[in-house]
């Protein structure tokens, strides 16, 4: 199985940015998502991106300030965070599986996840 190491998470003011990456082990031949938790809340998805890169998902709350992208020759997905809000603190995951359909729906202990990156952002 794969394993992934997300990175770029810290501490921005209010409408800064961050640029977080998740790094895959290996060739990564997955669609991958972006998940977050914030305490005492569920996770939630982010944003997703198929193996090819040409279909994303975002959540309505990122759209427009969110962008997800891939570097298959580097095995890294990215998530451009612009426009930071307070309410975007959260650990960030990603997750691996075969499909984007499976990251978006399958079980919540499916496929590959990281360790996961503190995001906080100050009002």
């Known amino acids: 199985q794969v394993q992934l190491a997300e990175s770029g998470g810290g501490l921005v003011q209010a409408g800064g940015s961050l640029r977080l990456s998740c790094a895959a082990s290996r060739r990564t031949d997955y669609a991958v998502g972006w998940f977050r938790q914030a305490p005492g809340k569920e996770r939630e998805a982010v944003a997703a991106?198929?193996?090819?890169?040409?279909?994303?998902y975002y959540a309505e709350f990122v759209k427009g300030r969110f962008t997800i992208s891939r570097d298959n020759a580097k095995s890294t997905v990215y998530l451009q965070m612009n426009r930071l809000q307070p309410e975007d603190t959260a650990v960030y995951y990603c997750n691996a599986r075969s499909t984007l359909r499976e990251v978006l729906t399958g079980p919540a202990d499916g496929g590959s996840w990281g360790q996961g990156t503190q995001v906080t952002v100050s009002s």
């Open positions: 991106i198929n193996l090819n890169g040409d279909t994303q």
